[in-house]
């Protein structure tokens, strides 16, 4: 295996003597990391081998300390789990065809060696200058690889890298098939908890090999698992843009419920400001691209309620919800007409009752009529008190 060449040094990583030397230029860079050439020391089995070497930005490693790298890591885990699992089912279904494997570079955690980013002339020390934070300029080499910052060490991959799938919902026409599947299957073998999303990496005639996935959480924590994780939006973007292949047979999908209209339309705002693009899409660009704040976007993350639901239901998570609401909007319409030449409270709630839709309806399975008395001042509950406030969920 051939060597860059390299003035960067790391610690070793863990207790196994090995250590790294990278570039002092990057060559891409994401929001929270900047992505260099390595080479592999220390130890017989690794000594010249090619790696590759993701140092930690100091303003994301100072705003997150050990948090910034123990994502990444379990972000890893829960992908690598997934995979085992995907390898098995898919063995399991199909083994006959063509049966490529998936796997996940495993990612090593050290430090930038504090002794490395500098030189001295007699007692002072010489700072060299690097590639800057920014493409096409120069900085001194503590501005950009900070002294014992947190570094990421991967292997390097042989072959053509791709980018299959983003978290985003892109597809990559010709290859992306089986990759598209096994984010569906994460989804449904995690029983909605996790979808694994952004997969990038090489393909061989047997096995996929993906580095530095996203996965986005299906709790009611946003960004459990770092940066890349878009939570619920991202699985409902994921759904709405993905097509279901032979190798999605029997797994189960997403049904929204639980979100009032209003909830809806800002849900509607973010995904449709979602890059379809490529390249990965960070936490902080959801309120940028669609103009929603970052206490909104927690808020729906907290509030939305996904289901599983079999493939097979008529239940969609988009064509079942609207749905809902088109037959809801149809019961206002009808209703405020009756109520118009109602007189009694009597004749109300019996305009009410006919008007409404069944509650038992598939179509709207997931809106809920409910009672509040908790109601704002200005609501229709001050005109008709015995009513409270009708509130659709």
């Not at 699992?85 to 990612?107: D, G």
């Not at 998570?317 to 009694?344: P, R």
């Amino acid at each position: 295996m051939g060597s860059y060449p390299a003035s960067n040094k790391s610690k070793e990583i863990g207790l196994s003597r090995t250590w790294v030397e990278f570039e002092d230029d990057w060559f891409a860079q994401g929001a929270s990391r900047r992505v260099y050439k390595g080479t592999f020391h220390g130890t017989p089995e690794k000594e010249g081998k090619r790696c590759v070497v993701k140092v930690y930005k100091e303003e994301w490693y100072d705003d997150a300390k050990d948090y910034a790298w123990k994502v990444d890591d379990l972000a890893y885990c829960k992908a690598n789990e997934m995979a085992q699992l995907f390898n098995m089912h898919h063995t399991a279904m199909y083994p006959t065809s063509i049966n490529r494997k998936i796997e996940f570079v495993k990612p090593e955690f050290t430090r930038v060696d504090a002794h490395a980013t500098n030189y001295f002339l007699g007692f002072l020390p010489y700072y060299r200058t690097v590639k800057g934070k920014l493409a096409f300029t120069r900085d001194t080499v503590t501005n950009v690889i900070p002294s014992n910052a947190s570094v990421l060490v991967e292997r390097y991959l042989e072959g053509d890298y791709v980018k299959f799938t983003s978290n985003t919902g892109f597809v990559d026409p010709e290859n992306g098939a089986l990759p598209a599947a096994f984010s569906h299957f994460t989804y449904h073998a995690s029983e909605g908890e996790i979808l694994v999303s952004d997969l990038q990496g090489v393909m061989s005639g047997t096995r996929y090999t993906f580095t530095d996935p996203a996965v986005l959480s299906g709790g009611i924590e946003y960004g459990v698992y770092g940066p890349t994780d878009l939570g619920k939006l991202g699985i409902v973007k994921f759904f709405k843009s993905h097509s279901c292949n032979e190798l999605c047979k029997g797994l189960n999908k997403p049904h929204i419920f639980n979100v009032t209209r209003g909830e809806q339309v800002v849900m509607d705002q973010i995904i449709q400001n979602m890059s379809g693009e490529k390249s990965s899409t960070y936490t902080y660009q959801l309120g940028k691209s669609s103009g929603v704040s970052k206490s909104e976007v927690e808020k729906l993350q907290r509030k939305i309620e996904l289901e599983t639901v079999p493939e097979e239901s008529d239940s969609d998570v988009e064509t079942e919800y609207h749905s809902g609401l088109q037959q809801i909007d149809s019961a206002y319409t009808t209703m405020y007409g009756e109520l118009q030449s109602s007189n009694t409270i009597d004749q109300i709630k019996a305009s009410i009752s006919k008007s409404m839709p069944d509650p038992s309806s598939s179509y709207i399975h997931s809106l809920r009529i409910f009672s509040d008395s908790n109601s704002d001042s200005d609501s229709d509950s001050d005109l008709f008190p015995d009513l409270h406030s009708l509130r659709i969920l």
